[in-house]
């Protein structure tokens, strides 16, 4: 039986698994999915950069680890280049095909982190 903080993290990445689903039907079917996809990759790298620096302050951590560093370096690296995106009147190809990387690939890691959440069992996450 899992505990109630499994659940409730494993409850958020699914919906956040489905409102990824959502932002790609819709942004395909209203032909805006650039844009769609700039937003979506925008709030999520502010929010994982909201999570893991509010831990850091909880915890009053005094070393910042290299990992930790460089993972907030690529999300602020996301949400620039999502509001690049936004911003600019004609976005170039290689604009375009970033959004979509970067999109995909969080997409992908909310699916490695559900995979990981179902197949083992935490004793505290948070």
């Known amino acids: ?69 460089i993972f907030l370096l690529v999300e602020c690296f996301c949400t620039g280049i999502a509001g690049y995106t936004l911003l600019a009147a004609h976005p170039g190809a290689w604009l375009i095909i970033l959004q979509y990387v970067i999109f995909g690939i969080h997409a992908l890691l909310l699916l490695l982190f559900l995979g990981f959440m179902l197949l083992f069992n935490m004793k505290k996450l948070l």
Do not use: H, P
């Open 1 to 69: 039986m899992r505990n109630v903080s499994d659940r409730q993290i494993i409850r958020l990445v699914v919906f956040f698994l489905v409102l990824y689903l959502c932002v790609l039907v819709a942004g395909i079917l209203i032909n805006q999915l650039l844009y769609a996809t700039a937003i979506i990759n925008a709030t999520a790298a502010v929010l994982m950069i909201g999570y893991r620096s509010l831990d850091y302050f909880r915890l009053r951590q005094r070393k910042v680890e290299t990992r930790e560093l």
